[in-house]
């Protein structure tokens, strides 16, 4: 069974970070491009950042400088370190994993076809 399982999200100050971890079962992750996405309440979901088998990796310009995504081949996990967030960074954060053979670059929701449940940031001072 395929899942992908998002942890790490939580109430922090302005300034602060967390790492997001986004586990995969039932396929490995090394061989499929990921993207993280965010969803705010009352708008659409937007791609964070994203990674390809390659190792190149892609970052929407608001999150640029202060978010991180990496590989842990021997976890089978795609992080999303996050630093220095900002009261505009909440949203359920949603990790997701394309076909293999998926020639992906900034992340678009209709490129990703395997989700996560998805995991809560909240920016708070």
């Known amino acids: 069974q395929v899942q992908l399982v998002e942890s790490g999200g939580g109430l922090v100050q302005p300034g602060s970070s967390l790492r997001l971890s986004c586990a995969a079962s039932g396929f490995t992750l090394d061989y499929r491009p990921i993207g993280w996405f965010r969803q705010a309440p009352g708008k659409e979901r937007e791609g964070v950042s994203s990674?390809?088998?390659?190792?190149?990796?892609y970052y929407t310009e608001s999150v640029k400088g202060r978010f991180t995504i990496s590989r842990d081949t021997a976890k089978n996990t795609v992080y999303l370190q996050m630093n220095s967030l900002k009261p505009a960074d909440p949203a359920v954060y949603y990790c997701?994993?394309?076909?293999?053979?998926?020639?992906?670059?900034?992340?678009?929701?209709?490129?990703?076809?395997?989700w996560g449940q998805g995991t809560q940031v909240t920016v708070s001072s």
């Open positions: 990674t390809t088998t390659a190792g190149s990796t």
């Open positions: 997701a994993a394309a076909n293999p053979r998926a020639r992906v670059g900034m992340p678009r929701v209709q490129d990703y076809i395997f």
